[in-house]
């Protein structure tokens, strides 16, 4: 069983930049495949970002040149930062934990945090 806390949402005017965290406080998270996921209301969760045990980074059509993602191993943190934001962006954002090399398929994922609101206003 693996933990997972976000943190690092909040409101923010269009154009601004946010930096997302996930940490895991009771389990290295070393061997797992990470990603990001958002959920705006009435929509079904999207992929945002994935970073695989070994570094490899990969990224949805819709945040690619804007977010980035990184991931700190020996302190079990996982990063998104967050530029340019546009009002789409508004969503509650889950980080998750799968496998090796992780997913853009959120069924995959066996490990979720609670997740962490992010508004952008126009």
């Known amino acids: 069983q693996v933990r997972l806390v976000e943190s690092g949402g909040g409101l923010v005017q269009a154009g601004d930049s946010l930096t997302l965290s996930c940490v895991a406080p009771?389990?290295?998270?070393?061997?797992?495949?990470m990603a990001w996921f958002r959920q705006a209301p009435g929509k079904e969760r999207e992929f945002v970002a994935g970073?695989?045990?070994?570094?490899?980074?990969y990224y949805g059509d819709s945040v690619k040149g804007r977010f980035t993602i990184s991931r700190d191993n020996a302190n079990d943190t996982m990063y998104l930062q967050m530029n340019s934001l546009k009002p789409e962006d508004t969503a509650v954002y889950y980080c998750?934990?799968?496998?090796?090399?992780?997913?853009?398929?959120?069924?995959?994922?066996?490990?979720w945090g609670q997740g962490t609101q992010v508004t952008v206003s126009s």
């Open positions: 998750a934990a799968y496998g090796p090399f992780g997913s853009r398929n959120p069924a995959e994922y066996d490990y």
């Open positions: 009771d389990q290295t998270f070393t061997r797992y495949g």
């Open positions: 970073i695989a045990w070994s570094g490899g980074t």
